[in-house]
C-alpha cells in the first residue's frame, strides 16, 4: 500500500496522541502485519465503506489504553471500566474520521467504532486487503495504528 | 437557555457539560442524549435552545437527528453545532445542507468549543 493511503492515518493520529492529547508518542516504520490478529489486549475498530472497503484498528496494552483514556477525560481511572472502553471507541472514531479528508477519492463512510477487549476475539479484517501497522512508542506504553484499506 | 448535548460517548458529552456549567448554564437546563432517537423524544417533551449534537451514532445518526429536527416547526431557527470527527470537506457540506449552524471537527480543544458556544450561549446567536 502507498504512503499516500497510510499517512492520512499517521497523521490523524499523531494530532490526537501528541498535539491534541499531549501524550509524549513518536511512530516507528510501518510495515506489512503478517499476523494481524495477534494485537494489544484493548483495540478499537472502526470499518470503511464508500469507494473502498478497510478498517482502522487502534490496539493498546491495558495500562496504556487506562492512561490515554485519563489524558481524555482529565480523570484518573485505574481499571478498564466501561468510561476506558467508551473513550477508546471514541480514538479510533477520531482517527479515521479525521483521516478522510485526505482520502477524497474513497467517499469513505465510517461505521460505529466497536471496542474488544482481550485476545480470545477475532478482528474481521477485509478479505484480501494487507494490513498496514504503523507501531507507536509512548509515554504511557506503546501502541499502534493498523490500517486495511483496498486500493 | 436548554441545551441538548447528543453524543453516543459518554466522554464527550461530559466534557461538553463540563464547559456548559463553566459558563454558569445550570445543570438542571442541560440534557444529553446518546443517539438521535433519544434526543427527539427530549426535545418534542422540553424546549430545547441549543443543540450540540455528534454525527455518527446509532438508532439515529446526527445527520439524520438535524432532519428531523429542522422539519420540527418549532426548531426552524435553533442553533445546531455539530461536533464530529468527520473531517472531509463533503461530510461539512452534506451538514450544512442538512441544516446545521455552525460545524467542529473533534479533537477539539475546549477553547475553541467555548468560542463557538459563547456566539451562542452569551450572545444569543453568531456576531
Redesign the interface.
Known sequence: MKAQYINPFLTASV??FRN??GVECSSKAPYLNQDPQNLDEVTGIIGLAGETVGAVVLSFGRETAIGI?SK??EKKYTTLSN?VI??V??LV?????????DL?EF??S???PGVLVGGGSKIKWPASVPVITIPFDSELGPFSVNVSLKV | MKILVIDDAMVMRNIHKNILLDFGIPDTDLFEAPDGKQALQIATSTSIDLFLVDWNMPELSGLDFVKAIRAMGCYKETPIIMVTSEAARYNVLEAIEAGVTNYIVKPIKAGLLKEKLEKHVLWGGEK
Do not use: C
Request: proline share 0%.
Open positions: 494530532n490526537l491534541y492529547l483514556a481524555m477525560a468510561e467508551d473513550i471507541g471514541e472514531n477520531i482517527v479515521a474520521g479525521n483521516a478522510k479528508k477524497l467517499r469513505i465510517i461505521s460505529l
